[in-house]
């Protein structure tokens, strides 16, 4: 079954931390075990990859409840349930969430002092994030996902619309971010001058040039994706010159024949499409450049400890 919200959780969350003091992992085990959770649901991460998703919705649990007086924290990395958290659960409430810990003066002040402390125009926001069932975490990589979404779709209209000349100079830059081809101008002399069937530049592997990967660049707007025979043509090339090292670069897709036929070559053959291309580029920050960062931080422990 799906890892229920974090609100979902608030219930058994309690319910394990009126058993006596207990840890974050540990009561996800627990959780994890009633749920009947697949091994890949445990192991679940958020889209940053910090923290796994059943962690994250138990702290957040654990948090909430924490600012309603239900849990408290004996001492550092534990919680346990408090008078009024063992009260609750002795009423038999089929499910705890936001709206029930607002019956809670303690909680009701931390909720309307979050909304309080923010402009007046992110009053709604910040109380319609509160009462989401998705965490902080989640909801942070979620507006994430979507404006990285909208800025690749935005870069590959972009790249489209420039000429064949603009593409070769986007892909010298991304790989010298990558770290190939030494400097741009070295980069520049081997990319796009090398006039071979099928080549359209050949960029060093490495500053000292001891190996080679050549290029194969096709501009192509989508819908017009690259086959089978475009990649056969390109090890032709490839084995003509003596080379094992190829990038297929396009702005479109490729079929899957012509994935199929790329995997089972000796030679080595990176396949680089437009959604993996703006991957890249948002990556090495080639063709953009750093809007807004947001830094959240957290208690150090450390600081607290004696």
């Known amino acids: 079954m799906p890892i229920p919200d974090y609100q979902a959780l608030m219930l058994p969350v309690l319910t394990i931390a009126a058993d006596g003091a207990t840890r974050v992992p540990a009561v996800a085990e627990k959780v994890a075990d009633q749920l009947r959770l697949s091994d890949e649901e445990r192991e679940e991460m958020l889209p940053s990859g910090r923290q796994r998703v059943l962690h994250n919705r138990i702290h957040w649990a654990k948090f909430y409840m924490t600012k309603a007086g239900l849990v408290t924290s004996p001492q550092r990395g534990l919680f346990t349930a408090t008078e009024a958290g063992r009260a609750l659960l002795a009423q ?42 998705a965490t902080p975490e989640e909801q942070i990589d979620a507006a994430s996902g979507l404006l990285t979404s909208a800025l690749k779709a935005e870069l590959l209209a972009r790249i489209i619309e420039q000429s064949p ?24 002399r081997r990319l796009g001058k090398s006039g071979d069937g099928g080549i359209d530049g050949i960029i060093d592997e490495d500053r000292l040039g001891l190996d080679r990967i050549y290029v194969q660049a096709k501009r192509y707007a989508p819908g017009s994706g690259v086959g089978r025979p475009e990649i056969q043509g390109f090890v032709g090339s490839l084995v003509g010159l003596g080379a094992s090292k190829g990038v297929f670069v396009t702005t479109s897709s490729f079929s899957k024949q012509a994935q199929d036929y790329a995997r089972g070559l000796q030679q080595r053959i990176i396949l680089i499409d437009g959604e993996r291309l703006c ?24 600081f607290f400890s004696e």
């Open 165 to 188: 000349a603009f593409f070769e100079r986007l892909i010298v830059e991304l790989l010298v971010a990558m770290g190939y081809g030494g400097s741009h101008e070295d980069a520049a």
């Open 279 to 302: 991957d890249l580029m948002i990556e090495f920050d080639v063709g953009v450049r750093r809007y807004r960062s947001i830094e959240v931080k957290r208690i150090d422990e450390d």
């Open 92 to 133: 038999k409430p089929t499910r705890i969430d936001v709206e029930r810990l607002k019956a809670y003066p303690a909680f009701s002040a931390f909720y309307d002092q979050t909304g309080r402390s923010q402009p007046t125009d992110q009053v709604a926001a910040v109380t319609e994030a509160t009462a989401s069932e």
